[in-house]
Structure formats: C-alpha cells, structure tokens
C-alpha cells in the first residue's frame, strides 16, 4: 500500500487543474477585495487569511507545469518549487481558516471562484498528507462506520422508536418502490432527533411515501470537505445503489449544508455519471408540497423571527427562496439580515472546520460576523436549515451570552402542522 | 559695391526710411524674443556692422531656399539686408562663372579667413564623391575647406541642417548634413523646404549684433524661431480639441476650416515660425491653405510615414508580419497546450486510489 | 538617433515588434487557459448556465449591489475611476482612434480633447491613489509582489506620457511622442506575461464563476 506524499499531492493537482483554474489564476490582480468578503480576515484582520493567498502554492504548480513562461521560470530558477514544508504551512489556511463558503467567489470583481479552486487544491493537500487530524478521523469513521460520528444504525432505529413513540408514526425503512429516500446527516440523529419526527409528520399530512435505507441513511460527506474524491466518490456511490435499490423517484437531503452540495451537485461528477433519481434539498419538498397545497399549517408566529442562510444551501446550492417561502407560512415577524440570501455570511464552520479539532479557536472567532449580524438585527429567534450552522450557531450564542433559541425549519414547520392525528398540537 | 560702407549707408542709400529701418529692428527684436530696450542695441549695431563676407556653398539641393530668399513678391527689409551683405560666391547669383566664380571664393576666403559667415544649402553625398561636385571638387572637400576660415556656419534649409530630401530613405547618396561632417565651428541650422526668409536675416541680424549665433534648441535651431510648435499656435487648434476634423480635402469639414489631424498634419511635431510670421509677406502659411504641415524643419520630415497619414498611425506595418506573431503564439499556444493536456492525461493515470488507510499513514504523519 | 528618428522607429519596427510579441504571449496564455479542458457537469442542472455565464460577464464591472460591500469604498472608488478613466483615453481621443483604424479599419467618434484630458488625470490620480493604498495598506502590502508594482508602472507611464506630450510639458512634443508610443509598446510587450493579461482572461474566468454558478441556479 503507498502512502501520501509530496509527488502524490502534486500529482492530484496535476489532475484536477482544469480551464477555469487557469482562467482564475491568470486574472487575479490582488485588488483584495475577496479578503473584505472572507469572515477568517474580517474577524481577524490577519492577511495570511486572504483568500487567494491560500491558492498560492497551487497557483505556482499551475505557472510552473501548465504555463510556457511558468517553465522557462522554473527553468531559471526564479520559482520555486513546492514542499513539504510550505502545504504544512498552508495545512491551516486551506482547512482552519476556509469553511468553503464561496462568498469571495460571488465577489471577486475579475470573477474567481477561488471556493472551486480550494476544494481542488485540498485534493493535493489531503494526498501529500497534510489534511488535519480532526478531518482524517472523520473520513476514517465515515468509510469504515458510515457515519463520520459514528453513529450506527442502532443508534438510528433508537430514535425510530423515540418517534413512534411520541406520534405514533413508523419510520420506514428499506420501503422498495417509495417516492422519497430520506438521508439524515449524524448531527440531526445525535442533536436534533426533532428533525426525524418532523419528517414523518410532514410526509403524513403529504401521504407521501418515504422511505429511510438501512444501509445508507448518512448524508454528509467527509470526503468532499477532506479533499479526497475517491473517498466521497465511494461515500456517495452508497446512497446512489441504495436509491437504485429501492427505486426510488427523490433523494432527499436533510438539514445539512454541504450534504446537500456533495449528493446534489458534485454526486455524480464523482461517480462519473448522472443519477437515475431526483435529488432534493427537504426545503425544496416542502416547497412543492406547499405549491401542491399537500402542506397545510396553521398559527403563526409573532416572534421577530430571522433566516440563517447556510452557504452550501444558498451560494453553493441555489436553494435561495424556497426558505422564505416557508418561514412567511408561520412567521409574521420575518426580517431579513443585511447580507442574506446568495451574500449571506457563513456561520464559520462549514466545509469541515467543524470536524477540525486545530480550527476550533478560529471557528469561534469567525463566528463574531455572525454575532455582529444577530446584534444588528435584534431578532428573538433564528431558524436555519444546516445542523451543522446550528450547532455552530448555539455554541456562538453560548459563548458570547447571547440568548436566542436556533431551530431548524423544517421543525418549526412541523409544529405548525395542521394534523390533528398527531399527539402534541404544534400550534403556539 | 564698397566694402568699407555700413549697412545704415547702404540701406539710406536704397531708400530705406529711419523709421522703416526702426520698424524692422524692433520686428526683428520682437521676433526673437528680445526685450524692446534691445531695439535701440540692434539698430546701432545694424547701422555700423560692415558688410560681413558670406560665402554660399550650395551642395544637393533644389535651389528651393535661395528662391524663397531672393523672390519675394515684394523687396523686403529683410530682403534688402540680404542684398546689403558682400555675397563673393554663390552659384546662382553671382555673375562670375567658372574658374572666375572659384577664385572670387577662393580670395574672399584669404581677405576674411577666419571673419566670413558660411551659409550652406544641400546635404553632403558620402556614398560617392563623384555623386555631386563643383568644378571637379566633391562637395565634402569645398565644405571642409571652406569651414576651416568660417566664422561661423548657417546651414540653410532641411537639407544642409538634417539631410532633408536627399537624406530620405533609400538615402541612395549617403547625403548627410554639414553638422555631420563640421563639428569644430559653431552651425546654427535654419531648416524649412524652404526657411521663411525673415529667419535667415533674424539669424544675419543676430550675429551682427552680438557678434555671435543666437540660443539654439537641441536641434541646433534658433530658439527665437523654432521654439514654438505649429500646433499650439494654429489658428484650428480649437477645432482638434472639440473633436472636428475634416476628413478628406473635399468634405464639409475642409470646407468649414476644421482640423486636419487626420489628414496627416504633422503640426505637433513641428516646431517653426510659420503659423505666427507666415509667409509671403505674411499672407498665409499651408494651414490656412487648407493644407496640413508637413513638418519640413523636422529632421526625416520626408520619412514621417506619409504627409497624408495622421501622426499616430503605425507606419509600414504589414499585416503579414503581425499575424507572423498571431500564428507563431498560435502554433506554440497549441503545443503547449497539448503538451499540458498529456501531461494532465499522464498524472490521471498515474492516480492512484486514496483511501483512508494512506490518509492515516502518511509520509508525513 | 534624433527624435524625429526615435519617433519613427517607434510608429513602425517598434510597433511592429510589440504587436508580435504581445500577439504571440496572447495567444499562448489563452490557448493554455482553453486547452487544458474541463470536465462535464454531470448533475441535473436547474438551467442552463450559458445565460449566466454571459451575465457573469458584464455584472462584474458593474458597482455591486447595495448591500454586497460597505468596506472597501475606496478600492471601488478609485478602481472605477482609474478603470474608466483609462477606457475613455485608450479608445475615445482622436490620435488612438486613428491607430486602432489604420491597424483594423475600425472607427467611431471621438470625445473633445479637454474631455479625455479630465479622465487623463482622474486616471492618473486615481492611480497613484491605488499604489499610495497598496502601500499603506497591510493587507495589500502583504498581498503584492513585484508583479503587481511592474503592471502599476506599465500602465501608468503611457497615461503620463500621454498627459506630457498633449501639455508639452518640460521635454519637445516629438520625443514626448516618441516616449509615449514606446512606453505603450512596453506595456504590449509584457503585457501576457504579468497580471496585465486580466483585461482578457478576467470575462473567461466570470464565464466560468457565472456558468457555474448558474447551473446551480445561483446568479453570481
């Protein structure tokens, strides 16, 4: 078995820099402007943070292999070569201090999409063995228990029953022929087991059929945010047999921001062919179940209630206005913050900061923008729609004595259901 | 005429007013930049100055500036300070020919060796002696000859100053300017095709009254007539800065007096008297004509890439050439980047799987 | 060589030389962009990208949007300004326009010189104001190499030679030329080799972002 290194790393990037990369690097002209738009140097005003500094060693491979006069520079000895030492050094820009956000991407004025390039460049990190600890033990879980937290499916039916046993609804599983196969991310099962009940409730009212397979009801992705496309290749290749294996016509992707870009838009560029199924974000379900009237609430909310857009949901994602259209259902008192929708700030622990052990004081620092918004707006509640912002989210809040209660929408949707089979009356 | 007379006597003598002579003196001050206190200066200089010998060689040239010289419409002051200076030799004026012409050179060079003023029309061929010669003696032994007991050295329009039209590509003479050749005696350089008279005895004037040549710019020409540009003093300067140019000699533009930029004047480029002294008696000068400057007392006037080709155009570009570099960087391009593309092709198959016992066992870990 | 000499060198063998080299790096360094590929979009695209592709495009030399950016004011400012400024003299002053015709037999009107006279110094303004900015600032300090001062310098030079010789200030109009003409021809010639090369490269790589972007039904 051969182990990472240097050449492995650089050779990964000698796969994975395409056109557009190039198209990137020959057009930035460190006006620094995707520094202004990166909450790792708002909150820190360190320039090492700067998004396109965090490419450099990937940039000088590119000049150096990919460029005539990159060569003839190589040639003369007036660039140099890449090491060990420097990807050690860079270890902490590329995953501390990068939760894939893409907010530089929307703003770069030459039009770099420098989230793209860092997931390439990760690939090259990861295989010369410069990926974090924090990352490599997820990775290592996910593969090997299927789950990045390593949450079994016994701990899974335990939360069935929980359900059963509070609305009296079956949690299906392995259901051949159902509409829907439903992934859950580890985060909902062990924190937010509200979010499995939810569920059921909902496709109740719908009289949908769904379905949850027992051998593949994980939906995040290590893989993606480690940078190892053979891995989240083989992660996602589970959920596409489990698909095919019951036939089903949606997968659904839960509560989890980068789940949802893994499965939805990088699945089956990582498996090399395009999916016989639908994939869904819950929002977006709900949304055309709300189109089709099959969701039917009742009370609203008067609390001054605001929206936490997770970056791979909306950015990354294009899940911009189903959200709102679902919050408007059951709050009265929706207001937006000043960057929403595609401009919102990232909560600071995505694309794998918050599996890494190393970026943990970081992430609490980056989640000072989050703060400053939440000041700003003077809300009494947040609703999201990622488990991973959310927990983010609640530490943020702790820490800082900020008290505010986080919910996930699909949740808050459920409370409202008008159901009258369910035992607890969601309506406030 | 006698020698020993002054250039006031002479002057009386043809008629000239004192108030006429004042006139021109105070033309002459203002022309170059003097200060009028210097007017009184210039006049008692002029009026006492004995007729300086002048020896005028004329080597490849067209005659061109001893005809705008001698042929005024009218005489002329300046004209008439011309006449009033001992010309002992110059081929086209002097009556003596032959080898009377040569001695009449030969003993004003022995009466005023060292005191003679040379003026100098026509570049010099260095390809060929034999190309252009004076009664069997190349052009570049007269000059070198005649410079050795000069005073001082006026050469007289483009040609004698920079080469002018002889000079012009091929160059098929090797004609170079007497600065090229005389680099041991004061030249100031009239250049023009031809230089506006007033210039030459502005120049004559000068040098009678302070016994030497004028400030001269780094072209070697009289800063008091060569130091504004034609453009900037153009009467349709106006016209370029709003943008109106007339497009072709014939169109409602020309008619109208706009800019003629775009047909090829060369009046940025020019520095002269003519938008501000004119010509013929102050009539007019090319512009007002309807026809840009050619920039004539501009060295390589006649290689400025076309008189009808405005000044910012490429000249002698050829498309061939060009696209040369558009197909080479082409050819290179597509190399290079087939090159990468195997290079891309190779490293895909050299990939091998990472899975997650290689991520925990790293070279580095 | 005189310059009358030097102008006329520069108007043609020197022209020529820039044209060839900065034709030639061009087209190496887009062929390179082009030809390295890259993968098909397999996932069910909620549109096509191209629409957005092209408005990537152009929304990106657009002010962005109220609410994007409140900080960097004067990065914007000043990069408008000295952008613009630079458009207006390079393509609306009489002189250019009749080079860029003789070169393509392409043509358009020109604005009065005083006009491109004004954007000539809010450019060069402009322009000292961003290298003053790189300077002080830690954060583009930090960020700038060499590069990025040599590209400063080609691009300012042409507009001060360019703003010398239209005020005939301190040297002659003809030299004054000549210098501006040559320093233009320094810009082409390394013009594909330093960061210059965003005047092109930048609308493949907003194609790119925007096409991506797009697919993904994220207008960006």
Redesign the interface.
């Given at each position: 078995m051969s182990k990472t290194s240097l050449e492995r790393g650089l050779n990964i990037l000698r796969e994975q820099i395409d056109s557009p990369t190039a198209a990137f690097f020959s057009s930035c002209v460190h006006c620094g402007l995707c520094a202004q738009a990166c909450l790792f140097y708002t909150e820190t005003c360190n320039p090492a943070y700067i998004p396109i500094r965090k490419l450099e060693p990937m940039r000088r491979l590119w000049e150096q292999e990919y460029t005539l006069t990159g060569k003839l520079k190589k040639l003369l000895g007036l660039s140099r070569p890449i090491t060990h030492e420097e990807l050690e050094q860079w270890q902490e820009l590329v995953y501390n201090s990068c939760s894939l956000c893409g907010r530089c991407s929307l703003v770069c004025p030459a039009g770099l999409d420098l989230t793209y390039m860092i997931r390439k460049f990760r690939e090259g990190m990861a295989a010369s063995g410069h990926a974090p600890e924090g990352l490599i033990g997820a990775t290592t879980r996910a593969v090997e228990l299927g789950s990045p937290m390593g949450v079994t499916l016994k701990a899974l039916e335990a939360q069935a029953k929980h359900v059963k046993a509070d609305s009296g609804l079956d949690i299906p599983f392995d259901v051949e022929g159902a509409e829907y196969l439903v992934l859950l991310s580890s985060m909902e099962i062990i924190n937010y087991p509200e979010y499995l009940q939810a569920v059921a409730r909902i496709f109740h009212q719908a009289k949908k059929t769904w379905t949850i397979s027992s051998e593949a009801f994980e939906a995040t992705n290590s893989g993606i945010q480690i940078g190892v496309s053979d891995i989240a290749a083989e992660l996602v290749q589970r959920v596409v047999d489990a698909a095919e294996k019951l036939r089903v016509k949606t997968v659904i992707s839960p509560e989890c921001g980068h789940a949802y870009t893994a499965i939805r838009w990088e699945g089956p560029n990582l498996i090399g062919r395009p999916f016989g199924f639908r994939v869904r974000h819950i929002l977006e379900v709900l949304d055309e179940l709300r189109e089709q009237g099959l969701l039917q609430v009742e009370g609203v909310e008067d609390a001054r209630m605001t929206f936490h857009d997770p970056c791979q949901l909306v950015r990354r994602g294009g899940v911009i206005e189903a959200p709102r259209n679902l919050i408007r259902m059951v709050a009265r008192n929706f207001v937006e913050m000043k960057d929403h929708g595609k401009m919102n700030w990232c909560c600071g622990a995505g694309g794998g900061v918050s599996a890494n052990e190393d970026a943990a004081e970081i992430r609490l620092k980056a989640f000072k923008r989050k703060k400053k918004q939440l000041e700003r707006l003077q809300v009494d509640g947040l609703v999201t729609a990622c488990a991973n912002c959310r927990i983010q989210i609640e530490e943020g809040l702790e820490e800082n004595d900020m008290d505010m209660p986080v919910i996930g929408l699909t949740e808050m949707l459920a409370s409202h259901l008008k159901d009258e089979e369910a035992r607890e009356g969601g309506a406030t | 005429m006698n020698k020993e007379r002054t250039l006031g006597e002479i002057l009386r003598q043809q008629g000239v007013s004192r108030r006429g002579f004042l006139k021109f003196c105070a033309t002459t001050a203002s022309l170059m930049a003097l200060p009028p206190g210097m007017v009184p200066t210039i006049a008692r200089a002029l009026e006492n100055a004995r007729r300086p010998s002048v020896i005028w060689l004329s080597f490849q040239e067209c005659t061109g500036c001893t005809e705008s010289l001698t042929r005024s419409h009218a005489p002329t002051i300046e004209g008439l300070i011309f006449d009033a200076i001992s010309l002992d030799y110059h081929h086209t004026l002097q009556a003596a020919a032959g080898s009377a012409a040569e001695q009449a050179r030969e003993s004003a060079m022995k009466e005023n060796f060292g005191n003679y003023l040379l003026v100098v029309d026509g570049s010099i061929p260095l390809a060929n002696a034999g190309f252009s010669t004076i009664a069997g003696t190349s052009n570049l032994e007269i000059l070198k000859e005649v410079a050795k007991g000069a005073a001082a050295i006026i050469a007289v329009g483009t040609c004698a100053a920079y080469g002018g039209l002889p000079h012009a590509k091929p160059n098929p003479t090797g004609a170079v300017p007497v600065s090229a050749i005389i680099s041991d005696k004061p030249i100031v350089n009239v250049p023009g095709c031809p230089p506006i008279p007033v210039v030459i005895s502005g120049v004559l004037t000068h040098f009678l009254t302070f016994g030497r040549l004028p400030d001269l710019d780094h072209l070697g020409r009289p800063l008091a007539f060569y130091g504004n540009n034609i453009h900037d003093r153009c009467y349709r300067r106006p016209f370029y800065e709003r943008g109106q140019f007339a497009e072709s000699f014939d169109d409602e533009g020309a008619r109208k007096g706009w800019c003629l930029y775009k047909l090829g004047c060369k009046g940025p480029v020019t520095y002269n008297a003519c938008a501000t002294t004119k010509w013929n008696n102050g009539t007019s000068f090319p512009i007002e004509s309807g026809h840009g400057c050619l920039g004539c007392s501009e060295p390589d006037f006649w290689d400025m890439g076309g008189f009808y080709r405005a000044l910012s155009e490429p000249i002698g570009l050829s498309a061939r050439t060009v696209a040369g570099g558009a197909i080479g960087g082409a050819a290179l391009g597509a190399a290079s980047g087939l090159l990468n593309r195997k290079k891309k092709a190779e490293a895909l198959a050299r990939h091998e799987k990472i899975g997650v016992d290689e991520l925990k066992d790293g070279e580095t870990k | 060589m005189?310059?009358?000499?030097f102008?006329?060198w520069v108007?043609?063998s020197g022209?020529?030389i820039a044209?060839?080299?900065?034709?030639?790096?061009?087209?190496?360094?887009?062929?390179?962009?082009?030809?390295?590929?890259?993968?098909k979009?397999?996932?069910?695209l909620?549109a096509s990208g191209t629409a957005a592709g092209l408005r990537?495009?152009i929304s990106?030399?657009l002010p962005?949007g109220g609410?994007?950016?409140h900080?960097?004011r004067f990065?914007f400012v000043a990069?408008y300004a000295f952008h613009i400024g630079l458009f207006v003299v390079i393509f609306f002053l009489?002189?250019?326009i009749?080079?860029i015709e003789?070169?393509t037999g392409l043509a358009w009107?020109?604005?009065?010189?005083?006009v491109v006279d004004i954007f000539t110094v809010i450019s060069l303004v402009a322009m000292l104001a961003l290298l003053w900015h790189r300077l002080a600032?830690?954060?583009?300090n930090?960020?700038?190499?060499g590069g990025?001062y040599l590209?400063w310098t080609l691009t300012f030079m042409p507009l001060l030679t360019g703003y010398m010789a239209y005020h005939?200030l301190w040297f002659?109009?003809?030299g004054l030329?000549a210098a501006h003409?040559l320093s233009v021809e320094l810009l082409l010639i390394l013009f594909p080799?330093t960061?210059l090369?965003?005047t092109f490269?930048?609308?493949?790589?907003?194609?790119?972002?925007?096409m991506?972007?797009g697919e993904?039904?994220?207008?960006?």
């Amino acid at each position: 078995m051969s182990k990472t290194s240097l050449e492995r790393g650089l050779n990964i990037l000698r796969e994975q820099i395409d056109s557009p990369t190039a198209a990137f690097f020959s057009s930035c002209v460190h006006c620094g402007l995707c520094a202004q738009a990166c909450l790792f140097y708002t909150e820190t005003c360190n320039p090492a943070y700067i998004p396109i500094r965090k490419l450099e060693p990937m940039r000088r491979l590119w000049e150096q292999e990919y460029t005539l006069t990159g060569k003839l520079k190589k040639l003369l000895g007036l660039s140099r070569p890449i090491t060990h030492e420097e990807l050690e050094q860079w270890q902490e820009l590329v995953y501390n201090s990068c939760s894939l956000c893409g907010r530089c991407s929307l703003v770069c004025p030459a039009g770099l999409d420098l989230t793209y390039m860092i997931r390439k460049f990760r690939e090259g990190m990861a295989a010369s063995g410069h990926a974090p600890e924090g990352l490599i033990g997820a990775t290592t879980r996910a593969v090997e228990l299927g789950s990045p937290m390593g949450v079994t499916l016994k701990a899974l039916e335990a939360q069935a029953k929980h359900v059963k046993a509070d609305s009296g609804l079956d949690i299906p599983f392995d259901v051949e022929g159902a509409e829907y196969l439903v992934l859950l991310s580890s985060m909902e099962i062990i924190n937010y087991p509200e979010y499995l009940q939810a569920v059921a409730r909902i496709f109740h009212q719908a009289k949908k059929t769904w379905t949850i397979s027992s051998e593949a009801f994980e939906a995040t992705n290590s893989g993606i945010q480690i940078g190892v496309s053979d891995i989240a290749a083989e992660l996602v290749q589970r959920v596409v047999d489990a698909a095919e294996k019951l036939r089903v016509k949606t997968v659904i992707s839960p509560e989890c921001g980068h789940a949802y870009t893994a499965i939805r838009w990088e699945g089956p560029n990582l498996i090399g062919r395009p999916f016989g199924f639908r994939v869904r974000h819950i929002l977006e379900v709900l949304d055309e179940l709300r189109e089709q009237g099959l969701l039917q609430v009742e009370g609203v909310e008067d609390a001054r209630m605001t929206f936490h857009d997770p970056c791979q949901l909306v950015r990354r994602g294009g899940v911009i206005e189903a959200p709102r259209n679902l919050i408007r259902m059951v709050a009265r008192n929706f207001v937006e913050m000043k960057d929403h929708g595609k401009m919102n700030w990232c909560c600071g622990a995505g694309g794998g900061v918050s599996a890494n052990e190393d970026a943990a004081e970081i992430r609490l620092k980056a989640f000072k923008r989050k703060k400053k918004q939440l000041e700003r707006l003077q809300v009494d509640g947040l609703v999201t729609a990622c488990a991973n912002c959310r927990i983010q989210i609640e530490e943020g809040l702790e820490e800082n004595d900020m008290d505010m209660p986080v919910i996930g929408l699909t949740e808050m949707l459920a409370s409202h259901l008008k159901d009258e089979e369910a035992r607890e009356g969601g309506a406030t | 005429m006698n020698k020993e007379r002054t250039l006031g006597e002479i002057l009386r003598q043809q008629g000239v007013s004192r108030r006429g002579f004042l006139k021109f003196c105070a033309t002459t001050a203002s022309l170059m930049a003097l200060p009028p206190g210097m007017v009184p200066t210039i006049a008692r200089a002029l009026e006492n100055a004995r007729r300086p010998s002048v020896i005028w060689l004329s080597f490849q040239e067209c005659t061109g500036c001893t005809e705008s010289l001698t042929r005024s419409h009218a005489p002329t002051i300046e004209g008439l300070i011309f006449d009033a200076i001992s010309l002992d030799y110059h081929h086209t004026l002097q009556a003596a020919a032959g080898s009377a012409a040569e001695q009449a050179r030969e003993s004003a060079m022995k009466e005023n060796f060292g005191n003679y003023l040379l003026v100098v029309d026509g570049s010099i061929p260095l390809a060929n002696a034999g190309f252009s010669t004076i009664a069997g003696t190349s052009n570049l032994e007269i000059l070198k000859e005649v410079a050795k007991g000069a005073a001082a050295i006026i050469a007289v329009g483009t040609c004698a100053a920079y080469g002018g039209l002889p000079h012009a590509k091929p160059n098929p003479t090797g004609a170079v300017p007497v600065s090229a050749i005389i680099s041991d005696k004061p030249i100031v350089n009239v250049p023009g095709c031809p230089p506006i008279p007033v210039v030459i005895s502005g120049v004559l004037t000068h040098f009678l009254t302070f016994g030497r040549l004028p400030d001269l710019d780094h072209l070697g020409r009289p800063l008091a007539f060569y130091g504004n540009n034609i453009h900037d003093r153009c009467y349709r300067r106006p016209f370029y800065e709003r943008g109106q140019f007339a497009e072709s000699f014939d169109d409602e533009g020309a008619r109208k007096g706009w800019c003629l930029y775009k047909l090829g004047c060369k009046g940025p480029v020019t520095y002269n008297a003519c938008a501000t002294t004119k010509w013929n008696n102050g009539t007019s000068f090319p512009i007002e004509s309807g026809h840009g400057c050619l920039g004539c007392s501009e060295p390589d006037f006649w290689d400025m890439g076309g008189f009808y080709r405005a000044l910012s155009e490429p000249i002698g570009l050829s498309a061939r050439t060009v696209a040369g570099g558009a197909i080479g960087g082409a050819a290179l391009g597509a190399a290079s980047g087939l090159l990468n593309r195997k290079k891309k092709a190779e490293a895909l198959a050299r990939h091998e799987k990472i899975g997650v016992d290689e991520l925990k066992d790293g070279e580095t870990k | 060589m005189n310059s009358a000499e030097f102008l006329l060198w520069v108007r043609g063998s020197g022209l020529q030389i820039a044209l060839w080299i900065f034709l030639f790096g061009m087209l190496i360094r887009l062929l390179e962009i082009f030809l390295l590929g890259r993968k098909k979009n397999l996932a069910e695209l909620r549109a096509s990208g191209t629409a957005a592709g092209l408005r990537t495009m152009i929304s990106r030399s657009l002010p962005p949007g109220g609410n994007i950016i409140h900080r960097p004011r004067f990065t914007f400012v000043a990069g408008y300004a000295f952008h613009i400024g630079l458009f207006v003299v390079i393509f609306f002053l009489t002189p250019h326009i009749q080079v860029i015709e003789s070169l393509t037999g392409l043509a358009w009107p020109a604005l009065p010189t005083p006009v491109v006279d004004i954007f000539t110094v809010i450019s060069l303004v402009a322009m000292l104001a961003l290298l003053w900015h790189r300077l002080a600032s830690r954060l583009l300090n930090f960020l700038s190499n060499g590069g990025d001062y040599l590209a400063w310098t080609l691009t300012f030079m042409p507009l001060l030679t360019g703003y010398m010789a239209y005020h005939h200030l301190w040297f002659p109009y003809t030299g004054l030329l000549a210098a501006h003409i040559l320093s233009v021809e320094l810009l082409l010639i390394l013009f594909p080799f330093t960061k210059l090369t965003h005047t092109f490269t930048i609308f493949i790589a907003r194609w790119y972002n925007g096409m991506m972007a797009g697919e993904k039904g994220v207008q960006s």
